[in-house]
């Protein structure tokens, strides 16, 4: 019967220990299922940081890259309008006012323009006043119209800030499809539209 019970007793201690590994087993998995995920979410934020304007919050030319290639990769006929958008007579703004007073605009017009945007649409700036649009599965007829709306916002936005040289900023836009295999090309393109539009009397639109 002492042998019996001893026996039964290692059997326990070893049920036992074989449930305490198991449990230490599946705690640590999941911590280090944690631990990547936490990593993950990190690799996440810093690569949306580093695609970000700090100023404005949209995207900078390192994210119109990433999504210009993606839309790229988007086999088929549908076209992809990109715009080039200027702000006209902004630079009065820094030189009367100051340029924590340019900043403070830019973040405004930045903001009424992201308001224009539809599902799927890309808004990057540049630098500068200086912002790029695409406009994926988009013909240069609809393109115009987003353009128009943003144009307005940016009218309108301007014509309700208080400092004086603010009143007068209206926006440029250059706009051209795409070459969905040379981005550098299409923004050329788009910049030579621009400096038409710019040329015509600005707060206007010209297509390539």
């Not at 295999?181 to 009397?201: C, F, H, N, P, T």
Request: aromatic share 2%.
């Amino acid at each position: 019967f002492m042998a019996f019970e001893r026996a039964e007793r290692r059997r326990t201690l070893a049920e036992q220990r074989a449930m305490a590994s198991l449990f230490v087993s599946r705690a640590e998995a999941e911590r280090q299922r944690l631990r990547a995920e936490d990593a993950q979410d990190r690799a996440a934020r810093l690569s949306d940081r580093a695609e970000r304007d700090p100023l404005t919050g949209l995207g900078n030319r390192m994210h119109l890259a990433r999504r210009a290639a993606e839309l790229a990769a988007d086999a088929g006929a549908r076209p992809l309008a990109l715009a080039m958008l200027d702000l006209d007579r902004f630079k009065a703004v820094n030189d009367q006012h100051g340029h924590a007073a340019g900043d403070a605009l830019l973040v405004t017009l930045a903001e009424a323009l992201r308001q224009g945007l539809r599902g799927g649409d890309v808004l990057c700036r540049l630098g500068g006043d200086e912002f790029v649009l695409l406009l994926p599965h988009t013909g240069l007829v609809a393109a115009r119209e987003v353009c128009a709306r943003m144009t307005a916002a940016v009218r309108q936005a301007a014509a309700a800030q208080a400092l004086p040289a603010a009143r007068d900023v209206t926006a440029s836009v250059g706009l051209v499809l795409a070459d969905r295999a040379d981005l550098d090309a299409s923004l050329a393109r788009a910049d030579a539209a621009l400096y038409r539009a710019k040329r015509a009397g600005r707060d206007r639109i010209e297509s390539a």
